[in-house]
């Protein structure tokens, strides 16, 4: 579990009372979540008085500067007033805006594995393609899937056809009689591989291969689920709903609760 997953557990509540709410809903909803959380951060840390008096002066200046009729020497100074009174606002609200985003951060990191895939099916096969580490002989009769039936899928030693292990049971890969990998049979991500940096941010739900293994990474072929029927494919997944919701909120709040 990375830093960015410790807050997974509350959401999985907070989720798990929206009972049986279809998930576009579902993500309306967390969308709202953001939105009001974040304008009601940002208010809360920034300097509202500040940004809405450096707001002013800009509009004051920009209406001189719309109306002037001088010469371009005598406007310069005003011009550069305006931008360094644009600079001073952009810095008022850069620190409050970026602490604003780090409750987003941990909300998407889980949102990516809650609402990313489809959960796999009991005894459905899958695609469990492997890379294996460059010139190394690799040996797949060395390795075997346990609570899984093996399937053949194609003539390619590197790509094992597998099905999906019960509920209740985990599905492992073993190398001989030593377990390499452990997964969850309800934690699923596109790939496992070896642990890398940002795991510590950011982990993995499905476990790392060990360091020393031959093999770097395997690819499932999980099916991406889609939360929306229309439009081009990259409107399907969660974060078009999630996105377009949380902008919206986002605004709407900024003006409820009038915020500079």
């Known amino acids: 579990m ?33 939105g009001y959380g974040s304008m009601w951060l940002f208010r809360r ?4 008085s500040k940004i809405q008096s ?15 009729e001088g010469e371009m020497s005598d406007l ?11 600079f001073k606002q ?25 609402y990313g895939l489809e959960q796999p099916v009991e005894k ?23 609570n899984s039936d093996k399937v053949r899928w194609g003539s390619d030693d590197q790509a094992w056809g597998i099905t999906w292990p019960a509920e209740n049971k985990d599905l492992l890969l073993n190398k001989g009689k030593v377990n390499i990998l452990n997964i969850q049979s ?18 993995n739900p499905m476990g790392y ?9 395997i690819m499932f072929n999980f099916e991406a689920k889609k939360i929306l029927e229309i439009g081009p494919s990259w409107m399907h997944g969660w974060m078009f709903t999630f996105f377009i919701a949380f902008l919206v909120f986002s605004l709407a709040f900024k003006f409820i609760l009038r915020i500079a």
Do not use: C, R
């Open 90 to 114: 952009l810095g008022s609200a850069l620190g409050p805006a970026l602490l604003v985003s780090i409750p987003v951060i941990f909300m998407l990191a889980w949102m990516s594995n809650h």
């Open 45 to 48: 840390f920034s300097n509202q």
């Open 76 to 86: 310069l100074p005003l011009v550069g007033q305006t931008l360094k009174l644009a």
């Open 186 to 203: 309800d934690s699923i991500s596109p790939l496992v591989h070896k642990k890398q940096w940002w795991n510590s941010l950011i982990g």
């Open 209 to 217: 291969l060990p360091d020393d293994s031959e093999i770097e990474q």
């Open 2 to 34: 990375g830093l960015f997953d410790l807050t997974s557990p509350i959401f999985n509540l907070l989720d798990s009372l929206m009972f049986s709410l279809p998930e576009i809903f579902k993500l309306i909803i967390w969308g709202l979540i953001a």
């Open 124 to 146: 459905q096969a899958y695609l469990a393609e492997v890379h294996v580490v460059t010139d190394v002989n690799f040996q797949p009769d060395l390795y075997s899937w346990e």
């Open 54 to 68: 450096i707001k002013s002066k800009v509009k004051a200046n920009q209406k001189k500067m719309a109306e002037f």
